[in-house]
């Protein structure tokens, strides 16, 4: 019997497009730091802890964009192969992709797509380094190999109770340290600090995802050990709150040492009545119907959330 051909919707589906934010949107904060940077540094203002950046490779920001975003795309499809395999994802589970439960692809099929999306970032990413000098070219290959590892070992840390930890380093951490170096040639931490709020509404996506699933994802699988399974939902409720508003206070934070322009967290401010709407609905997290689409939902508020920050990084320069 003769396979039925794939649409492009469902191919696109496939790699959870909601989701693509944790990515994106980091990289955009990234780039638009470097904007920040780099015209400060032309008024004679650098930036604390940045300081005078002269050259700036802004196709190589665009390509670190995609490549992040891609990256992700591989990411979500091992994700959703080995919570199908594991017996995790079933067809009574919440918010779950559909492709492979509804048996729309076979599962060696979304296997093979994760390794066509990853073999695509390390094309870009081989392409960016090999027109770098020695030291700068095997930085980013090894930011690069971080972030391919913990994308491939991202469900068996979850499973482990690392999820959190994995999805802070790579969206909170590691994206806007590579798309600031790649366009500036700097391997600065300061960039972290601008990325970090952002970074920590990512990690709410999972927590939101993974206190809805707590009873189906335990019971589907006994090994499996998410933060909310291991240690309860309250905890994690908290959590939730707690990395929000740590993420507006760090932008205060920013301000106040001078690393962004007091725009970005004024702006930020736009986005309290969104949070606060999400604290809300975590706060009813002991039923999983109550927050059936909170993660989808934050990660809207990333998108918000970020194009603030984004907007204010680019405001802040001009003033």
């Not at 017996?87 to 066509?116: K, M, Q």
């Not at 994308?151 to 930890?165: A, H, M, N, P, R």
């Not at 009873?215 to 998410?226: L, R």
């Amino acid at each position: 019997m003769a396979r039925r051909k794939h649409t492009m919707k469902e191919w696109f589906l496939a790699v959870n497009p909601w989701s693509l934010p944790a990515s994106a949107m980091p990289a955009l904060v990234a780039i638009s730091f470097v904007f920040f940077c780099k015209l400060r540094a032309c008024n004679g203002s650098p930036v604390n802890g940045v300081g005078e950046i002269y050259e700036v490779n802004w196709l190589f920001g665009v390509l670190a964009f995609f490549g992040a975003v891609i990256a992700q795309m591989s990411g979500n499809l091992f994700n959703d192969y080995f919570d199908y395999k594991w017996g995790v994802d079933v067809s009574e589970s919440y918010g779950v992709n559909r492709s492979l439960i509804d048996h729309i692809f076979e599962p060696n099929t979304i296997l093979a797509y994760g390794f066509s999306m990853a073999a695509v970032v390390c094309i870009l990413g081989f392409a960016m380094a090999f027109s770098l000098p020695s030291v700068q070219m095997w930085i980013l290959i090894a930011i690069g190999f971080v972030g391919i590892l913990l994308s491939f070992s991202y469900t068996y840390l979850k499973y482990k109770t690392l999820g959190d930890v994995v999805i802070f380093v790579e969206y909170g951490l590691l994206i806007s340290l590579g798309v600031f170096f790649v366009m500036t040639g700097k391997l600065n931490a300061t960039v972290l600090l601008v990325s970090v709020p952002t970074g920590l509404w990512v990690v709410n996506i999972l927590n939101a995802n993974n206190i809805r699933d707590r009873f189906v994802d335990g019971k589907n699988n006994p090994k499996v050990k998410t933060a909310p399974i291991a240690f309860g939902a309250k905890p994690c409720i908290i959590y939730y709150m707690v990395c929000g508003i740590a993420a507006y206070v760090i932008l205060v934070a920013d301000a106040v040492f001078g690393i962004v322009s007091w725009m970005v967290p004024v702006l930020s401010l736009v986005s309290i009545p969104l949070a606060i709407k999400n604290f809300k609905k975590i706060s009813k997290g002991y039923d999983p119907g109550m927050i059936s689409k909170l993660d989808a939902e934050t990660a809207q508020f990333v998108v918000f959330f970020s194009l603030l920050v984004v907007v204010g990084n680019f405001a802040g320069a001009m003033i």
